[in-house]
């Protein structure tokens, strides 16, 4: 029995988000007597490279070496999240997608039309669309309704993220900020100027060495990003990234993590953090599904003083900060038990191969 994976996709770039997907979803199969698992990918991150090496029923393969190889298969399946390869479509074919097309950010009106051609074709001629948890479910729903009665929702219990010693967070925060405590805030480009307003309430109220560390979803803003940075007082303060160098260090080390411009792709970001005893704080007009709002603090960042009111509150009371999460470690653990009485994984799309 063969599972193939397809570690790439149009809808994202290799990163944290489709990197923990995948490897959930084959640790998931990884004990399944006579099953051998394909991940084909011609650039693997090092996290699936790492992840690979450490299980004898897994094979990492280029394309090519997966085409000249994978043909002969009789008892395959196939799972992709946005990149379904020619030579594969004779086998059973299952479409996770990790983003959508209508709600990527930065890209062409061209590259967003061809992309939606190719979403349309990937959800028909799919076997079943997947999705693993509400949120992904409400959006896609939300974005191609007519695809309602092909979506299939499944359990996919989560991989625990890797366990942090202190010294590896302490190396983190020396990359990141020098060895500071910091915020780690996903943004958009559009409210930098706004946020950085709030921190620097925050900075001239208390004098801290607290650091802004802003995840942007994509490079093609960085620009004008740094840009708005400039002339900035607190400059030294806060620091500029892109989604595709978050790794698990970075949440576990965070003091605080803030969603103000979020998708359900980035619920990896969202349940990871909670694992790692981070609270969370998200704007109200992200369009969370009713039972992920309880995961943190969910209001409106653009009233006046709202955000920088809770830098300070965070900042000044640890117990505050540690029950904030909790809250949110018992929201992860509701939200687990509910989905485990959902269909597994294993037991509806390997059934093709048994």
């Known amino acids: ?14 990163g944290y988000p489709l990197d923990y997907q995948i490897m959930d979803l084959v640790l998931h199969c990884a004990n399944i ?9 011609d650039h693997p991150s ?44 004779a086998f059973p074919h299952y479409f996770v997608p990790i983003s959508l097309p209508n709600k990527m950010i930065g890209i062409s009106i061209i590259r967003r039309y061809f992309l939606n051609k190719k979403f349309k074709k990937w959800s028909k001629t799919a076997t079943k669309v997947i999705s693993f948890n509400d949120w992904s479910l409400q959006s896609i729903i939300a974005n191609y309704p007519h695809y309602n009665t092909s979506i299939l929702s499944l359990h996919l219990p989560l991989m625990e993220p890797p366990l942090m010693e202190w010294t590896e967070m302490s190396a983190t925060k020396d990359g990141l900020t020098n060895g500071h405590n910091y915020i780690l805030i996903f943004a958009s480009v559009e409210k930098i100027t706004s946020i950085l307003k709030e921190f620097s309430i925050f900075k001239k109220w208390q004098q801290s060495t607290m650091h802004l ?10 620009d004008k990003a740094n840009s708005i940075l400039k002339g900035y007082k607190f400059k030294q303060d806060v620091s500029i990234h892109t989604i595709q160098e ?41 369009q969370l599904p009713d039972n992920w ?13 709202v955000l920088s ?31 485990s009485s959902f269909e597994l994984f294993n037991n509806i799309v390997l059934s093709h191969i048994k």
């Open 213 to 222: 560390v802003f995840i942007l979803a994509h490079n093609q803003v960085m």
């Open 1 to 14: 029995m063969h599972l193939i994976v397809i570690a790439e996709s149009e809808l994202s770039e290799v």
């Open 293 to 305: 709002k309880s995961a943190g603090e969910v209001f409106s960042f653009a009233e006046k003083n």
């Open 46 to 89: 090092t996290d699936i490279k790492d992840f690979s090496s450490t299980k004898n029923q897994i094979t990492l393969l280029t394309i090519m070496e997966a085409k000249i190889g994978i043909n002969q298969y009789q008892d395959a399946i196939v799972v992709h999240f946005g990149k379904l390869l020619s030579w594969l479509k």
């Open 246 to 286: 978050v790794n698990a260090a970075w949440l576990a080390a965070s003091y605080l993590t803030i969603f103000e411009s979020a998708s359900y792709a980035n619920g990896y970001f969202v349940m990871n953090s909670i694992n790692y005893g981070v609270p969370l704080l998200m704007d109200d007009q992200i």
């Open 309 to 339: 009111n809770h830098f300070k509150l965070y900042y000044k009371d640890e117990v505050y900060r540690q029950s904030r999460a909790k809250i949110g470690t018992e929201w992860l653990q509701k939200l687990n038990q509910e989905r």
């Open 33 to 41: 007597d006579d099953l051998i698992i394909h991940i084909i990918s």
